[in-house]
Each structure stands twice: as structure tokens, then as C-alpha cells.
């Protein structure tokens, strides 16, 4: 199975910060990489595919980026509707397999 | 308007079965692969299964292979998770989606989740 390693596990940062979140498979999955939003009490939110790619309706704030095996989830300005935990999600191979989140906090 | 909507989820004991049902609308059903991922309470998102447009291809989680079938009624617009054998670590939020990409990333907008209880 496909190890996705999810760095850091949470973050506090302020408005206007930008935050990246990392997100490493233990083996190559091409650009296979989807990211999500989940805020609490809610379903989570498709925000990137491909690696780098925006869902429809997406703010483009969000970005994603990937070098190698490494991929990267940027949001540019960090405003207060972006807490929540962020997930990423390989679709290269079954079983697909998720990080295990990143907590945003607004400091 | 795009919506997922899950149901039959519930409290059953160790051992039980449940059917859950996921209802789609909004846009053309038999076209999508379509998703389960559950969550444990405080837990990550799990993928659980996947189904092909027609139904004649599904992937299953290993921990749920032989227990869970996933299934779908195109004409019903529907997407099934018959759930047997249950155990206490199959307690969790499941959630449907259809998937992009030919099947292959989940897609807004999920369905908004039924909660699972497996507890004696």
C-alpha cells in the first residue's frame, strides 16, 4: 500500500500568512494526488486533483505544487474561513490512501 | 443542483448488517464511478470502495473485502454499501462522492455523510 505522510500535523498562522502543507507518498504516483478541506461537522471539500489542478469554483488562493515524490498544498493569504484540516489523497493504486491531515488554526 | 444524499446508517450491534443508501441528483448519475470514505469519530478520512459507471467493476479496502459490497441502480440513480459482519472499528461517518477524472478524485459535492454505530 501507498504510505501518504501529512507534515505538519497542525499549524496555528494569522490572517494574511501564507501556509503550506506538506504531503510525501513512499512511492511514485505520478501527479495522482487530490486535496481536500474539511471544517468541523462537515463533509470534506475537493480542492486540487492532479497535483495542481483547481476544482471548479476553487479560490486561487489555494495551489499545489509537486517535486518528485513531495507534494504541496500553498494557500497564498491565509483568511479565516480556511480553518479547518486539510487532507491529501492518492488515486495512483488500490487501496487509495489518504494523509492523515493537517489542522489549520487561525492564531 | 448537484446533491448526494446518504441514509441508513444507524446503531447495530457487533456481528449485524446495514444497507446504506446514497441518492443522487443534479446530474447525469450513470456517466460517474462514484466513491464510499467513511471517518471514525475524531479520526481521518478511510477510502472504503468504488464502483464503475455500470457497476461491473468495484475495489474494496482490504479490512472490508467479503464483508462490504458496494453496488448501484443507474435507473434509481443510486449508489448502495451493504455492510455484514460489522465491528466496532467500522463505527464511522460515510460519506459518498462521485469521482472526476474517469474515476478516478472525488468530486464536490459530497454527501453530507450518515453515521455508523457498531456497538453492543
Known amino acids: 500500500d501507498i504510505q501518504m505522510t501529512q507534515s505538519p500535523s497542525s499549524l496555528s498562522a494569522s490572517v494574511g500568512d501564507r501556509v503550506t502543507i506538506t504531503c510525501r507518498a513512499s512511492q511514485g504516483i505520478k501527479n495522482y494526488l487530490a486535496w481536500f478541506q474539511q471544517k468541523p461537522g462537515t463533509a470534506p471539500k475537493s480542492l486540487i486533483y492532479g497535483g495542481s489542478s483547481l476544482q471548479s469554483g476553487v479560490p486561487s488562493k489555494f495551489s499545489g505544487s509537486q517535486s518528485g515524490t513531495d507534494f504541496t498544498l500553498t494557500i497564498s493569504s491565509l483568511q479565516p474561513e480556511d480553518f479547518g484540516t486539510y487532507y491529501c489523497q492518492q488515486y495512483a493504486s488500490f487501496p487509495l490512501t489518504f494523509g492523515g491531515g493537517t489542522k489549520v488554526e487561525i492564531k | 443542483e448537484v446533491q448526494l444524499v446518504e441514509s441508513g446508517g444507524g446503531l447495530v450491534q457487533p456481528g449485524g448488517s446495514l444497507r446504506l443508501s446514497c441518492a443522487a441528483s443534479?446530474?447525469?448519475?450513470?456517466?460517474?464511478?462514484m466513491t464510499w470514505v467513511r471517518q471514525a469519530p475524531g479520526k481521518g478520512l478511510e477510502w472504503v470502495a468504488n464502483?464503475?459507471?455500470?457497476?461491473?467493476?468495484?475495489y474494496y479496502l482490504d479490512s472490508v473485502k467479503g464483508r462490504f459490497t458496494i453496488s448501484r441502480d443507474n435507473a434509481k440513480n443510486s449508489v448502495f454499501l451493504e455492510m455484514n459482519s460489522l465491528r466496532a472499528e467500522d463505527t464511522a461517518v460515510y460519506y459518498c462522492?462521485?469521482?472526476?477524472?474517469?474515476?478516478?478524485?472525488?468530486?464536490?459535492?459530497w454527501g453530507q455523510g450518515t453515521l455508523v454505530t457498531v456497538s453492543s
Open positions: 464502483i464503475n459507471r455500470d457497476g461491473s467493476a468495484k
Open positions: 443534479g446530474f447525469t448519475f450513470s456517466s460517474y464511478w
Open positions: 462522492a462521485s469521482l472526476g477524472g474517469s474515476g478516478s478524485y472525488p468530486t464536490d459535492p
